[in-house]
Nanobody, 131 residues
């Protein structure tokens, strides 16, 4: 059972940057985070949850929603089994609770910037962009 924990949220001024982390554990023996597709989602107050971006397993690429493309980047560190969301040039409309999610099946790919299946979720981390 994969277990995901987000961190790195906080208050930042417009134009600033934050890096969110999604630490993953509970892999089968010998497995690492790159074998699983992982996505980031966010939910602003009063709005539905929306996809932000997704990184496919192994050598698959990463994909982003149009609203964040060119500003946000997803990467991963297999040594630490962590997936990152680097957010640059933040805007007030990026304010939301950010969640990471993983497809529990190894070697699957993203469907656009979403997961085909979001089997595992983190608890979320708050990002507030305000002056």
């Amino acid at each position: 059972q994969l277990h995901l924990v987000e961190s790195g949220g906080g208050l930042v001024q417009p134009g600033g940057s934050l890096r969110l982390s999604c630490a993953a554990s509970g892999f089968p023996s010998g497995s690492t985070v790159d074998r699983y597709a992982v996505a980031w989602y966010r939910q602003a107050p009063g709005k539905e949850r929306e996809g932000v971006g997704c990184i496919s397993s192994t050598k698959g690429g990463s994909y982003y929603a149009g609203s964040v493309k060119g500003r946000f980047t997803i990467s991963r560190d297999n040594a630490n089994n962590t997936v990152y969301l680097q957010m640059n040039n933040l805007k007030p409309e990026d304010t939301a609770v950010y969640y990471c999610a993983a497809d529990g099946r190894p070697y699957f790919y993203c469907i656009g910037y979403f997961l085909e299946r979001s089997d595992h979720w983190g608890q979320g981390t708050q990002v507030t962009v305000s002056s």
